[in-house]
């Protein structure tokens, strides 16, 4: 199937490297009076309008008296915490800017963030107690420990007002909550049923294999890790970041396979913005381990991230689930195998470096 393409010139960034306005520019002056460090790197804080909080309304459930709204209305109150995590101190970079040191710093800090939550109970306890980071700043751990015990953790990044995004200096959230998300739970569900009926292997580690062996839907795959466009992708230029042998969490990684991860999301990120020559928006987010569970939950789980962006045929031209993908099921637009190959020929050097 061919699919045209518009031309558009190649956009570039006007912003500056620090926006006095900006809330999380180094020095600045957030929404809650709190006053930001002078950060080198990365900087994390408790985000100044959480979307759940560790002290809130308790909520109690009405009593079951056989009654429509009972039966059919229910409501369960979650309880956690959420950050933000600025991944560096200039205002006009996106990851695609970055040089290899610099995505490590925010590997490094997602890793120290995960550890600094897991559940003494938990399998990864011990690693987590073993896992020992040189801190890349002295303000990227700058948060007080959570009150409570949570259950997962979602780590996740909007990139571009197209995905919601109001402020554009490179950052993204972390919600830990008391439950576990339906989105999370459904996919946990499918890795625990693959790994009992398939005698103990995993399903994503599988499916690494098929796909770096077939080489077709490959985006880029280094000693670690696999960046594929998924044979299920729903969105024109959806990708997967995967480790490739079986890794439960961040805090799996070694030193070598932390720099291999910081490298796939350069790779990743770079052709995203060369396919189009645009800060090519998108949501992201990593799927691992909970913090606490069951063991066979903990074991099943397998390090992925999700890459969802909306852009179908230019940087303005955008895919959109409408009618028939909303109420019947989703349509491809291009083929998963034909957005990989035009993601793999944008492997070149990042498109705004050679501007003027």
């Known amino acids: 199937m061919a699919v045209a393409c518009q031309e558009e010139p190649a956009s570039q960034s006007s912003l500056l490297s620090h926006d006095p306005a900006c809330y999380l520019c180094p020095r600045n002056q957030r929404a809650q009076g709190a006053a930001n460090p002078d950060y080198e790197h990365t900087f994390v804080f408790v985000n100044d309008y959480s979307a759940v909080k560790e002290d809130q309304a308790e909520?109690?459930?009405?009593?079951?008296?056989?009654?429509?709204?009972?039966?059919?209305?229910?409501?369960?109150?979650?309880?956690?915490?959420?950050?933000?995590?600025?991944?560096?101190?200039?205002?006009?970079?996106?990851?695609?800017?970055?040089?290899?040191?610099?995505?490590?710093?925010?590997?490094?800090?997602?890793?120290?963030?995960?550890?600094?939550?897991?559940?003494?109970?938990?399998?990864?306890?011990?690693?987590?107690?073993?896992?020992?980071?040189?801190?890349?700043?002295?303000?990227?751990?700058?948060?007080?420990?959570?009150?409570?015990?949570?259950?997962?953790?979602?780590?996740?990044?909007?990139?571009?007002?197209?995905?919601?995004?109001?402020?554009?200096?490179?950052?993204?959230?972390?919600?830990?909550?008391?439950?576990?998300?339906?989105?999370?739970?459904?996919?946990?569900?499918?890795?625990?049923?693959?790994?009992?009926?398939?005698?103990?292997?995993?399903?994503?580690?599988d499916y690494a294999a098929l796909e770096s062996d077939k080489g077709e839907r490959v985006v880029f795959e280094n000693a670690a890790f696999l960046a594929v466009c998924p044979w299920w992708a729903t969105w024109p230029f959806e990708t997967m970041i995967i480790a490739k042998r079986h890794k439960r969490a961040l805090v799996d990684f070694d030193d070598r396979e932390r720099e291999e991860l910081a490298e796939a999301l350069l790779e990743v990120t770079r052709r995203y913005d060369n396919l189009f020559e645009t800060q090519f928006p998108y949501s992201m987010g990593i799927h691992q381990a909970p913090l606490e569970g069951t063991n066979a939950e903990i074991e099943a789980s397998h390090f992925h991230m999700h890459f969802y962006p909306p852009l179908l045929r230019s940087a303005t031209v955008r895919k959109f689930l409408v009618g028939y993908e909303l109420l019947a099921e989703p349509q491809r637009d291009i083929t998963p195998e034909q957005a990989a190959a035009r993601l793999r020929d944008c492997g070149r050097q990042l498109y705004r470096k050679s501007l003027g």
């Not at 039966?71 to 369960?76: D, F, H, N, P, V």
């Not at 710093?105 to 990864?124: D, E, G, K, R």
């Open 59 to 205: 909520y109690k459930a009405p009593d079951r008296d056989g009654s429509l709204s009972t039966l059919l209305l229910r409501a369960e109150p979650v309880t956690g915490k959420c950050y933000v995590l600025t991944f560096s101190p200039l205002h006009n970079l996106t990851l695609a800017d970055f040089s290899a040191p610099d995505m490590l710093a925010v590997v490094n800090a997602w890793t120290q963030i995960y550890t600094a939550h897991i559940s003494p109970m938990s399998p990864l306890a011990k690693l987590a107690g073993a896992t020992t980071l040189p801190p890349t700043s002295h303000h990227s751990m700058n948060f007080a420990r959570p009150s409570a015990q949570y259950r997962y953790m979602q780590i996740f990044e909007n990139k571009g007002a197209a995905m919601g995004c109001s402020n554009p200096h490179p950052h993204g959230q972390i919600w830990t909550t008391s439950s576990l998300p339906e989105e999370a739970a459904l996919e946990l569900e499918q890795l625990q049923k693959y790994r009992r009926e398939q005698g103990g292997v995993h399903l994503l580690e």
